[in-house]
């Protein structure tokens, strides 16, 4: 009996500290990366305003060929959704272009359903650059509120998000430059 009083002390303390360290942890992270793309910034911001474009260069968007897919509104227009369902990877969620400033930033919610429930703004900027070069930075925000937030300790969202958007990136570029 006391060696089982000792276990659940030791339990109830470890427990009791990491609620003390979460209260110190940040909650909030961005993630963001970046390429060179040789094309005009029009041509370039003209096919990212597409969230259907996403398919051509998105990591996420083709890691299932069998997920479904369903559209709401205009496609390039606030308020258009891009709803997708995937029984594998990708899980199930929703994205919404919820603003644009026209040749140079899409802004869009990104919310996710399963298989973790969340919601995380995102966006592209483009930037000219040369007279035939843009700068393309595709971020993603997230936050993760208290005591959860103690995973951003242990989880590094900077790798997990960050190769995935410079994957997308990278092959975006080559989309355009094709």
Request: proline fraction near 3%; charged fraction near 25%; charge should be neutral.
């Amino acid at each position: 009996m006391k060696i089982i009083k000792g276990l659940l002390f030791a339990i109830l303390a470890i427990v009791i500290i990491a609620l003390i360290v979460a209260l110190f942890v940040k909650k909030e992270y961005l993630v963001e990366r970046e390429v060179m793309i040789n094309k005009p910034k029009e041509e370039v911001f003209g096919y990212i305003k597409y969230l259907k474009n996403q398919d051509t260069f998105s990591k996420w968007n083709q890691m299932d060929p069998d997920m479904k897919k369903s559209y709401h509104g205009t496609d390039g227009t606030v308020g258009f959704i891009y709803a997708w369902d995937s029984q594998k990877e990708a899980g199930q969620g929703e994205q919404e272009i919820k603003n644009i400033v026209d040749g140079q930033r899409v802004d869009f919610e990104v919310r996710f359903k399963k298989p973790m429930e969340s919601t995380a703004p995102a966006y592209f900027v483009t930037e000219q650059v040369g007279g035939n070069q843009t700068l393309v930075k595709w971020g993603f925000k997230g936050k993760m509120s208290y005591p959860t937030n103690l995973m951003l300790l242990v989880m590094n969202f900077e790798e997990m998000i960050g190769n995935d958007l410079q994957t997308g990136l990278n092959n975006l570029k080559n989309v355009l430059e094709k």
